[in-house]
């Protein structure tokens, strides 16, 4: 990004040291910032509210930098990042914090550490649980917009998702479940988020409500049921994206997990159940499971609806 707000040597006396008697009488500190941001808009408009008010974001830093203690500079540093990335509207930071008389004799100038980090990082350090990294490699495909997590559970997409501006809604029917997703959402401030209980597989003649041209993206992790797919391709919009990931029959036969065949694709099954749409991304085989650790077989797929084509001329 070639936008940049940049702040140089602010200063300040803050309580950092691994030491008691260190910590006991504030020391000089002092941050240099790059903030990434938008910055066109403002200097169109010639107004304050169109950028980030570089004296609002000092003073920010002052604060926290002396109102609480710290026993190391990156303990420090995390708080300032923390803070920036939840108050202002900046998509990467770079941050130098350093102790400007340290305590060793042999340091003439001064010591500290340096930070740079974008706001997705940020995210996926903050995540918790922390998002697959199926997820995270694919949102380069994923449109912004209105997004639906099918079987969301307590929502370990929906709440990462949310936090990178996606509006989300999450739909189960466990209610435990989505209590909780909510009270996490609430607790976190993503206002974007919202929950409905809902039964995906009701018995006939009934059929489940995914509305119509509805979604952008559609997330389904480790649910299956097939009846479901053509409700799933109605509900995205054209050039919405399909995000979608379960166990292989090879998973049963190694692990016997699920207990039920019925539960696990087939090779090139899904592929099959997703005929109508464009496939961007697909793999089969092992890859990460729930926790990150162990391997579980999965198929993966990432397809895209197509856009309506136009009366030929």
């Not at 570089?54 to 930098?65: D, F, H, Q, S």
């Not at 209590?179 to 597989?201: G, K, Y």
């Not at 895209?304 to 030929?312: A, F, R, V, Y």
Request: aromatic fraction near 6%; hydrophobic fraction near 40%; charged fraction near 25%.
């Amino acid at each position: 990004m070639g936008e940049q707000l940049i702040i140089e040597q602010l200063e300040f006396r803050g309580r950092c040291g691994v030491t008691s008697e260190e910590r006991a009488r504030p020391q000089l500190l002092a941050v240099d910032l790059e903030l990434d941001c938008q910055l066109t808009l403002a200097g169109r408009s010639d107004d304050l509210r169109h950028t980030v008010d570089y004296a609002t974001v000092a003073a920010r830093i002052v604060e926290l930098g002396t109102s609480h203690e710290s026993r190391l500079l990156e303990a420090m540093a995390e708080r300032f990042l923390t803070a920036l990335f939840d108050e202002f509207c900046v998509d990467r930071i770079k941050l130098w914090l350093r102790k400007l008389h340290p305590p060793i004799t042999q340091v003439t100038k001064s010591m500290g550490i340096t930070v740079e980090r974008t706001k997705l990082t940020q995210q996926l350090i903050r995540a918790d649980p922390p998002p697959p990294h199926f997820l995270v490699r694919q949102l380069p495909r994923l449109p912004k917009g209105k997004v639906l997590d099918i079987a969301s559970g307590t929502g370990r997409h929906a709440l990462f998702l949310a936090s990178l501006g996606y509006q989300v809604d999450a739909i189960d029917r466990d209610i435990q479940a989505l209590a909780q997703l909510s009270s996490t959402a609430h607790a976190r401030n993503l206002t974007e988020v919202t929950t409905q209980t809902v039964d995906l597989e009701p018995p006939p003649p009934h059929k489940p409500d995914l509305g119509q041209d509805a979604y952008d993206v559609i997330l389904v992790f480790f649910y299956l049921t097939r009846p479901l797919f053509p409700h799933i391709i109605d509900a995205l919009k054209p050039g919405g994206v399909l995000l979608y990931e379960t166990f292989l029959i090879d998973n049963h036969l190694h692990y016997q997990h699920p207990r039920r065949k019925e539960f696990c694709l087939a090779h090139n099954e899904l592929i099959s159940l997703t005929s109508d749409l464009r496939i961007l991304h697909y793999d089969e085989g092992p890859h990460e499971g729930h926790h990150g650790i162990e391997l579980v077989y999965t198929a993966q797929l990432v397809a895209q609806k197509p856009l309506p084509t136009g009366p030929s001329t």
